[in-house]
């Protein structure tokens, strides 16, 4: 079975929800408790994972106002490069299933 890191974990979680990236209310999952609940990742390896792809520019993090709770809260989105990385690691995933099978 293939593992992935949390890093690669994060990157496919967001591009999975890219089409929610455009909504003007920004989605939980693209905060980093939704993706520890979502992806099933520690809080330690997200916020790790996330300190590494911003730090290669592949994740950039946004500041939000939520009326809910009247506080401001991180959202993470793919830049650019982070979606090609994706692709490009989405297109490894798909070849090495098939030499498995």
């Known amino acids: ?3 992935l890191s949390a890093k690669e974990k994060i990157l496919i979680l967001l591009h999975d929800h ?3 990236q455009i909504s003007s ?3 939980l999952t693209f905060s980093q408790s939704g993706m520890e609940e979502e ?3 520690s809080h330690r390896l997200v916020s790790e994972g ?3 792809l911003k730090k290669e520019s592949l994740v950039e993090e946004k500041r939000f106002h939520l009326l809910e709770t009247g506080r401001f809260r991180s959202f993470y ?3 650019s490069d982070g979606i090609v990385k994706v692709k ?3 297109k490894e995933i798909d070849e090495k299933t098939l030499k498995l099978k």
């Open 77 to 79: 989105f793919l830049t």
């Open 39 to 41: 992806a099933n990742i």
């Open 1 to 3: 079975m293939l593992k």
């Open 88 to 90: 490009e690691l989405k």
């Open 18 to 20: 890219i089409n929610e």
């Open 25 to 27: 209310k920004p989605m």
């Open 50 to 52: 996330l300190k590494m």
